[in-house]
């Protein structure tokens, strides 16, 4: 990946990878480990305690936002909808009756995107009465579906609600019709209110909506405004994406082809920074917690994030669908990336795995250590109980690094903590607890 140190990250947005989503990166991956690795983990017995989850992608939009870096397809009819989710269940046919995933209950279910909201209520009816059939989710601790504003009408919203979810996500990202329109989005302004003002009388125990600083066009005035229409809303979770440019993105491709399609540039790191620290000072003030580097939940008591906690403390997750990643016994999986070779090895009653990696414990250790601390704190005394390893000494220098720098709080034996400013550049502060031979490689 760039490592985006903090001297890059006082500069300008430049095209290159800054979320660190897990460890060590996608690019280390091989296809090589997929029979030596990969399915022997989904043949292994899982280790006792270990909570499962799956993971649904439905890779389909209405548009491709400029700044999309998802697999994600904008021109399949609903005949080729349908053949999709029919392998999707097939492959949770599959999966199902592997050793690592047999017989086990659920603790988490996402449906994630692409977007899983362009389904019709029928095709989604039909899909998840197919998986729960195999596998009953009633007892998930948690069930996501993220969603675009404009593909929501009552009906289906009833029907998202009347599957189980439990975490619905409005992906809203700006309240400005101009600024949606110039980032590429799908929907429009008014959508957002109609669909959160229904969702709110289903009684979904927790909406949650996205936003992201510094899609083009944006300002300090119209941040501000972004702002206030979310507190107005009160959503029981708010998350904030900084604008980043990963490789595949519309925009990085016209910036390097110096097309210059897109005149107004995206906002420069600082300014990011400071949108997304004024949205989380408006939403302390109004009483929220922020809980990571880019959530505040208004009552922390009753407000969770199942699946992203889960994983970060290494849970067992299968992905379902094309590109989909997944972590099981220890392993990192993912499916293949194109529709054809994903539904063709699943036609084949194949596994459609592409690539694999089997992380060694001390990776485990660093995946879990940097993950965790995006959520601004982390304990050493879960990393000494898990993997017998004291943090404060064996990242006696990184740690210093930050210290020196102003973004730790607190370092000692119950906690090591991240200041706002750290909290608010936390992926740029990942890689130099990488091993050496995963510092400066390319991420995904
Ligand atoms: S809605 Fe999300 S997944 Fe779909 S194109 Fe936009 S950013 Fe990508």
């Known amino acids: 990946m760039v490592d985006r140190t903090s001297s890059t990250l006082d500069a300008q947005t430049e095209v290159g990878s800054y979320f660190v989503a897990t460890y060590p990166p996608f690019s280390a991956w091989t296809t090589a480990a997929v029979e030596r690795d990969g399915k022997v983990a989904l043949q292994t017995a899982p280790a006792p305690g270990v909570p499962l989850g799956v993971y649904l992608h439905i890779p389909f939009c209405r548009k491709r936002c400029h700044f999309c870096y998802f697999r994600v397809y904008t021109d399949k009819n609903a005949q080729e909808v349908g053949e999709y989710l029919d392998v999707l269940a097939h492959e949770w046919e599959l999966c199902s009756q592997l050793p690592a995933v047999k017989g086990r209950p659920l603790n988490f279910v996402y449906f994630g995107g692409g977007t899983p909201s362009f389904l019709s209520t029928k095709q ?5 009465g197919r998986l729960s059939a195999l596998t009953p989710w009633k007892n998930a601790e948690e069930v996501t579906f993220e969603c675009e504003p404009g593909t929501l009408t009552e009906a289906k919203l009833s029907a998202i609600r009347g599957i189980g979810v ?12 101009e600024i949606l329109d110039l980032n590429g989005r799908a929907h429009r302004s008014p959508e957002i209110g109609r669909a959160y003002a229904f969702a709110r009388t289903l009684q979904f125990p927790q909406i949650n909506i996205d936003l992201i600083a510094g899609m083009l066009g944006e300002t300090d005035e119209n941040w501000r405004s972004c702002i206030d229409q979310t507190l107005a809303l009160e959503p029981d979770s708010v998350t904030i994406y900084q604008m980043e440019l990963p490789f595949n993105t519309t925009i990085s491709g016209n910036l390097l082809q110096g097309t210059g399609r897109f005149a107004q540039p995206v906002a420069d790191w600082p300014t990011k920074r400071r ?4 949205a989380f000072e408006a939403l302390e003030a109004a009483g929220y917690h922020v809980g990571s580097a880019y959530t505040a939940v208004k009552d922390k008591s009753l407000t969770r994030f199942v699946y992203r906690d889960r994983l970060w403390q290494g849970a067992d ?3 379902l669908g094309v590109a989909s990643f997944g972590h099981v016994n220890g392993v990192h999986i993912q499916n293949f990336d194109t529709w054809e070779t994903y539904s063709a090895a699943v036609r084949r009653d194949e596994i459609p795995l592409n690539r694999a990696y089997r992380p060694t414990d001390e990776e485990r250790f660093i995946r879990e250590f940097i993950l965790q601390l995006k959520l601004g704190s982390i304990a050493p005394s879960y990393f000494s109980e898990k993997y017998g390893v004291n943090v404060l000494d064996r990242f006696r220098e990184q ?4 210290r020196t720098a102003g973004y730790l709080n607190a370092v000692n034996d119950e906690i090591v903590s991240l200041t706002r400013e750290g ?8 890689p130099r607890f990488f091993l050496p031979q995963h510092a400066g490689i390319r991420y995904t």
């Not at 949108?275 to 004024?278: A, I, M, S, T």
């Open 399 to 402: 740690l210093d690094s930050l």
């Open 275 to 278: 949108w997304v620290n004024e």
């Open 317 to 319: 997750m299968v992905g």
């Open 124 to 128: 989604l009816e039909g899909l998840v």
């Open 423 to 430: 909290l608010l550049r936390v992926d740029a502060l990942l």
């Open 166 to 177: 439990t975490r619905l996500s409005l992906g809203v990202e700006n309240f400005n019709d």
